[in-house]
């Protein structure tokens, strides 16, 4: 792995400097702030605005959009000839196609964080800068996992001296993530601390530490604890045991967890020109009609009289249609991305972690029979119930999907499939986890497109070109069925 120059700068307190050019017309999650210099000469305050900046523009961009295609979120179209959301649909995810993303996670984020946390551990100390780095590094790499498997990991962050980093065993990493972030939450409760994160960091932005307890930090832990029962919940397939085990001891902790929509881990985006939703931003101009809602969740949602597709969706004479992967180009007949992921003139937030998120792992574990304060049935209606107010359904509207759709029933295992589906709406344009749910269960049922280039949707993505040429460590997967150490057969 080359040693990138990564050249960052934060946002102006409430305006998001976003770069929308990209080298090809796909890679929209290039580095959205740019100033002369470099992190390590930049305030910390600055660099935590960049990197938090980074998180959310990478989680609304390429990986967003390789798991929307690929778990039947988002259908290929277009108005001409064929294109790459067309061919990332049929399973065609080349090495090349991914270098952006990759050193999007590396040249930038993480390298960030790393920064950030160098910078909080030199005199004066600063660990609660320390802290929220360390739990964002977590959250990067639990990502990256996911998407690649074995990864660089404890010598990714010593590239000025080794070109060449090893590849660490993916579970091996995620072993250590949950050591990453337990440190993160013990810098993040320090009594003391010479700086403090504020409205500089764009996800949880405003007072870190307040008379009550609670300001950002609260935020931060809820996330963090939130992040290590995701991470329990993947052990689900290949350790049942220690999936449980793991849960029901971080429970009866008395950890803190998400408790509301507004401690959902997510970046909110606005309306100036620069400052969109990247989502927007792909969904607009020459790029309209590259992307449309896929006929397996649409038709999921229509024969439940979803509540959520006025937000999810546009309309075509009042109905929404959904592409089915391999159709003929067409995108005019077909319902668009709407405004739950775009926003409103791109002012939209792009979600990572969400309250919804925390009832439906909760909900799947204590189905597994992990041991919590409340029921499976109840963390399912609490996740159904986050997810429709965060799209804007009314109360009656929640009360007559809920009605309807909102009890569990049958075996185990056919109330596990009831958990994933509705978490899979719930899960709309996220990025990754919907990908993970299905390589972890097998939920919901998806078909191969008619024109896929292989037989199986893939189970991780290919290393990068620029990698495998630059590293010799790096050694390219057979092909795109290489499975991630959780996701067994």
Known sequence: MKKYKYISIALLAATLLFSSS?????DVNT???NIIGTPENAPIAQILSSATVNIGFMAGSDASRYTALLIQHFSGQSTGALNQTQ???QYLISPTDVNNMWSSFYATTINDLDVIIAKANTAPLSPHYAGVAEILKAYTYQNMVDIWGDIPYSQADK???????????????????IKLIDKGITDINAATSALSPGTNSTIYPGTFVNATNTGSRLNWIKFANTLKLRIYLH?????????TTQINALVASGAQFMTSNTDSFLMNFFTTAGARNPIYQFETGSRANYLVANAKLVNLMNSKADPRRPTYFTAIGGNYIGAVGGAPSNAAIYS????????VVG??????LT?????FIMAEAVLRGATAPGTAQAYYTAGITASLTDAGVTATGITTYLAANGVLAGTPAQQIEQVITEKYVASYGQIVEPWTDYRRTGFPALSVPSNALVPTLPRSLYYPQSEIDANTSAKQKAGLDARTFWDIP
């Open 336 to 343: 668009h991305i709407g405004t739950y992921l775009t926003g």
């Open 235 to 243: 052990y689900s397939k290949v350790n049942p045991s220690f999936s």
């Open 347 to 352: 002012a939209g937030p792009v979600r990572m």
């Open 87 to 89: 061919q990332y649909e």
């Open 159 to 177: 590239t000025v001296g080794n070109l060449n980093p090893a590849y660490d065993d993916d579970a091996a990493i995620y072993t250590d993530l």
């Open 355 to 359: 309250f919804a998120e925390y009832n």
């Open 31 to 33: 580095d959205p702030n």
């Open 22 to 26: 990209c080298k090809k017309y796909l």
